[in-house]
């Protein structure tokens, strides 16, 4: 056998190297699933503790066993309030295993908003495209998203696009709001805006994709906490360096977890728990659902009143 060249031999080495990685991110990691637990201080002094179980992007698909498998097993952890920030379906036939897979925790208070790939399915789209934040958007055939709301309805789950409301659960009074996806810019903040109620344990937002132009808005009319997904937290992230992008404008460092917004507002963006059947690859970022346990603030950082957005204006990002 004939000696390589140097050269030689550090392609061959990237090549395997390249070739192991994508085979750990395409049949394992995707597949790992994980439950992030986070205790976020931002309810009123007093209030009792909640605790949130926060679900987004399963890009289900009729066949993923594994996947719905581990949803169904979620029910287990007792939560008060299960939120879904959308990107539900990736298939035309994937309504029913995303009831059959959310059973349990439809039968429990919950609040949704859909995304982009609730409406429209995915198509194959040129991995550059994610690093040019005006790149045109192509969009798939309708997906069957009107089944699924009334799936999410009929148990019991609420429909927050666009509108406002005040509900109990477990003995924490909230005063809750969401938008449609802004990632397809069908946000009409205006339709909800308006100062949220001060007198409520909780002023809790929600959006599909976490744009600032949404999260500012949020900010001005006195929310505590907003959750998004959309994210996929990167997806593909590097070690000791993260997301290479986060599909919106947020920066990276918010793109998955927990962020302060502003001087007062509390985000959390889900990394979700799927891809798309096109790139379904994780690398760095397993998917995962989130266990969110609400407690009061501290009392010495007050909670702003509503509407008091001018005393932050400049502090954002």
């Not at 040129?126 to 309708?142: E, I, M, Q, S, T």
């Not at 009334?150 to 406002?164: C, K, L, Y």
């Amino acid at each position: 056998m004939p000696d390589l060249s140097p050269l030689t031999r550090v392609a061959a080495g990237t090549a395997g190297a390249a070739v192991l990685g994508l085979g750990y991110a395409t049949l394992i990691e995707r597949n790992a699933f994980t439950l992030r637990e986070v205790t976020v201080p931002v309810l009123a002094p007093g209030a009792a503790t909640l605790r949130v179980l926060h679900i987004s992007d399963l890009h289900m698909m009729p066949g993923q066993k594994r996947k719905q498998n581990w949803l169904r097993e979620l029910d287990r952890l007792e939560p008060d309030l299960v939120i879904n920030t959308g990107d539900n379906l990736s298939h035309p036939k994937s309504v029913p295993a995303v009831v059959q897979a959310l059973s349990g925790l439809l039968a429990r208070p919950g609040l949704f908003v859909f995304g982009s790939n609730d409406y429209f399915a995915p198509v194959l789209k040129n991995p550059l495209a994610y690093f040019d934040k005006d790149h045109d958007r192509v969009y798939g055939p309708p997906l069957p998203w009107g089944d699924l709301r009334a799936a999410f309805n009929e148990r019991g789950w609420q429909d927050m696009t666009h509108v406002r409301r005040d509900i109990e659960v477990g003995g924490v009074r909230i005063s809750v709001a969401g938008v449609d996806d802004p990632h397809l810019e069908r946000d009409r903040y205006e339709t909800i805006a308006g100062a949220a109620d001060k007198s409520a344990d909780l002023r809790l937002g929600l959006t599909h994709s976490p744009e600032p132009r949404v999260l500012d808005r949020f900010a001005d009319d006195g929310y505590d906490l907003v959750l998004a997904g959309h994210t996929h937290g990167g997806q593909l992230c590097l070690p000791f360096f993260g997301a290479l992008v986060t599909n919106c404008g947020i920066d990276r460092s918010r793109v998955k977890g927990p962020s302060r917004w502003g001087a007062h507002m509390q985000l959390h963006v889900s990394a979700g728990m799927g891809t798309s059947p096109f790139a379904p690859a994780r690398f760095c970022c397993r998917p995962e659902a989130t266990l969110l346990t609400l407690v009061p603030a501290p009392r010495d950082e007050s909670r702003r009143s509503a509407g008091s957005a001018a005393e932050s204006a400049g502090s954002r990002r």
